[in-house]
């Protein structure tokens, strides 16, 4: 089992940044992809950003050009940077990691609780 700890969430105003974190713990010596997705309260889920081990990274559209995810492998913890927030990326953020290496966090196996994240001025 996967055990996957977010952090970094909270209140900003708009134009500011944050920086997610998402360490994993237990079993975590097969994970190969992770990522982020978030929803919305009232809207769907929405991918936001994966990584694999070897590097191979995807970013959604919606946040193309501000946020940018990163992964230390040696700390088993993926990051997701954000600047240039909007109040439309208010969400709750979701960290998910799996054993393939699959670039859909949607599709992955182990989920963390989520993190929340408002943007307003």
């Known amino acids: 089992q996967v055990h996957l700890e977010e952090s970094g969430g909270g209140l900003v105003q708009p134009g500011g940044s944050l920086r997610l974190s998402c360490a994993a713990s237990?079993?975590?010596?097969?994970?190969?992809?992770m990522g982020w997705f978030r929803q919305a309260p009232g809207k769907q889920r929405e991918v936001v950003a994966a990584?694999?081990?070897?590097?191979?990274?995807y970013i959604g559209d919606s946040v193309q050009g501000r946020f940018t995810i990163s992964r230390d492998n040696a700390k088993n913890t993926v990051y997701l940077q954000m600047n240039g927030l909007k109040p439309e990326d208010t969400a709750v953020y979701y960290c998910n990691a799996d054993h393939s290496y699959n670039l859909d966090p949607l599709e992955y196996e182990f989920w963390g609780q989520g993190t929340l994240v408002t943007v307003s001025g």
């Open positions: 237990g079993n975590y010596f097969a994970i190969n992809a």
């Open positions: 990584v694999t081990s070897g590097g191979r990274s």
